[in-house]
């Protein structure tokens, strides 16, 4: 039996589509598609997660904050730091030694040069720091019996998708609506991962029952620069709208200013200084 957690959300909605084997759903909302098999309940809360690891076999660890803007900052190390604690106190517990586990390219931090699993890790945010603590816990976990666990973690670029809407998609509605400036020249590439590709990547994995420590990055190539991302959308869309660059201090000078007023006024706003510099 295959333990999800975190599966009503975008990825894992899409690896229940996929997968074909016993699964279990434990999430804090209720699944659109797979609600036969959820279990409600928050990975912060040991006693709710430890109902749900009775004949497991496998966990699938989806679960996390990763939003721009959480507030507080604690709740990343709350659901990414504590409760990947949780489930690996419970997978000790329950004898449960394989484990799968979704990061982020963000423990890598900015602009670095497609950096590979052996690259050295160097997070700018909240969300990266705490994905990155997650993974010591992990490692920590493994070494403690390696002839008998598995553990991989992946590391995938942002995910889009049908149904997604994250970052890709407020690129593509701004440009769509005439609103959207582009921060600097435009040759920053942006790496993505196409969403059903990687809930195939995860089934694979599962499927073939990896052995040993793991960590892979996950990127569909080719990276496109937003020039050619821009003008591919507007082609495909047959839009045609004037293509305004903002010089990267301007925008980032922004970015302070919108912040600073979020804190005065509690009010969130779509653009920020963490998501101008991404």
Same mark, same amino acid.
């Given at each position: 039996?295959?333990?999800?957690?975190?599966?009503?959300?975008?990825?894992? %909605?899409?690896?229940?589509?996929?997968?074909?084997?016993?699964?279990?759903?434990?999430?804090?909302?209720?699944?659109? *598609?797979?609600?036969?098999?959820?279990?409600?309940?928050?990975?912060?809360?040991?006693?709710?997660?430890?109902?749900?690891?009775?004949?497991?076999?496998?966990?699938?660890?989806?679960?996390?904050?990763?939003?721009?803007?959480?507030?507080?900052?604690?709740?990343?190390?709350?659901?990414?730091?504590?409760?990947?604690?949780?489930?690996?106190?419970?997978?000790?517990?329950?004898?449960?030694?394989?484990?799968?586990?979704?990061?982020? !390219?963000?423990?890598?931090?900015?602009?670095?040069?497609?950096?590979?699993?052996?690259?050295?890790?160097?997070?700018?945010?909240? *969300?990266?720091?705490?994905?990155?603590?997650?993974?010591?816990?992990?490692? =920590?976990?493994?070494?403690?019996?390696?002839?008998?666990?598995?553990? %991989?973690?992946?590391?995938?670029?942002?995910?889009?998708?049908?149904?997604?809407?994250?970052?890709?998609?407020?690129? +593509?509605?701004?440009?769509?609506?005439?609103? +959207?400036? @582009?921060?600097?020249?435009?040759?920053?590439?942006?790496? @993505?991962?196409? $969403?059903?590709? !990687?809930? +195939?990547?995860?089934? =694979?994995?599962?499927?073939? =029952?990896?052995?040993?420590?793991?960590?892979?990055?996950?990127?569909?190539?080719?990276?496109?620069?937003?020039?050619?991302? $821009?003008?591919?959308?507007?082609?495909?869309?047959?839009?045609?709208? +004037?293509?305004?660059?903002?010089?990267?201090? !301007?925008?980032?000078?922004?970015?302070?200013?919108?912040?600073?007023?979020?804190?005065? %006024?509690?009010?969130?706003?779509?653009?920020?200084? $963490?998501?101008?510099?991404?």
């Amino acid at each position: 039996m295959i333990l999800i957690i975190g599966g009503s959300g975008f990825l894992g %909605t899409n690896l229940l589509k996929v997968i074909d084997a016993d699964c279990i759903n434990f999430d804090k909302n209720k699944s659109e *598609y797979f609600n036969d098999i959820t279990t409600l309940g928050n990975i912060i809360n040991l006693n709710e997660l430890e109902g749900v690891f009775q004949n497991i076999t496998h966990v699938v660890l989806l679960a996390a904050e990763h939003k721009d803007n959480v507030s507080p900052v604690s709740l990343y190390y709350d659901v990414n730091v504590d409760g990947t604690k949780n489930v690996l106190k419970l997978m000790e517990k329950f004898n449960v030694n394989n484990l799968i586990f979704t990061s982020s !390219v963000a423990v890598y931090g900015l602009n670095k040069m497609n950096p590979t699993e052996q690259s050295e890790v160097d997070p700018f945010n909240h *969300y990266g720091i705490s994905k990155y603590k997650a993974e010591e816990q992990i490692v =920590s976990w493994y070494k403690k019996n390696p002839k008998n666990r598995s553990a %991989t973690i992946i590391r995938p670029t942002v995910i889009f998708g049908i149904n997604n809407r994250g970052n890709v998609y407020n690129l +593509f509605k701004q440009i769509y609506n005439g609103r +959207f400036f @582009m921060i600097s020249d435009g040759k920053n590439k942006k790496s @993505m991962a196409y $969403v059903e590709n !990687v809930a +195939f990547f995860i089934k =694979s994995i599962l499927k073939n =029952s990896l052995p040993g420590f793991n960590i892979f990055n996950y990127s569909d190539k080719p990276d496109l620069n937003m020039n050619e991302l $821009v003008s591919f959308f507007k082609d495909e869309l047959k839009i045609k709208t +004037f293509n305004f660059k903002i010089p990267y201090f !301007v925008g980032v000078s922004a970015g302070v200013i919108l912040d600073f007023i979020s804190k005065l %006024t509690k009010i969130k706003f779509s653009v920020s200084y $963490v998501r101008i510099k991404k």
